[in-house]
């Protein structure tokens, strides 16, 4: 069972030498309802630190088997309050 998503979001898609390239400035996560890690009734719950993900991806493909994955994500740890 999935358990979260993050979304890219302002992205755009471009050729770069013989690359296809899909660019997002921008990454959002969230946790799925029924979530095993988050939500209440759990026995830690990461709803907060899934949510406070930020970042970018890039995703650059050379044919329609190789791709590789860039990206920056900063994940804020709260565990008080």
Known sequence: MEQFACYGSQCSQYV???DIVYDCSSVNCTCFDGSE???DGVHFDLTRT??????YFKL????S???ILDGNF???LSFCG
């Open 16 to 18: 770069y030498e013989d």
């Open 37 to 39: 890690i988050c939500g």
């Open 50 to 55: 899934i949510n406070a993900v930020t970042g």
């Open 60 to 63: 650059s493909c050379s044919n």
């Open 65 to 67: 088997t190789t791709c």
């Open 74 to 76: 900063t994940i804020i």
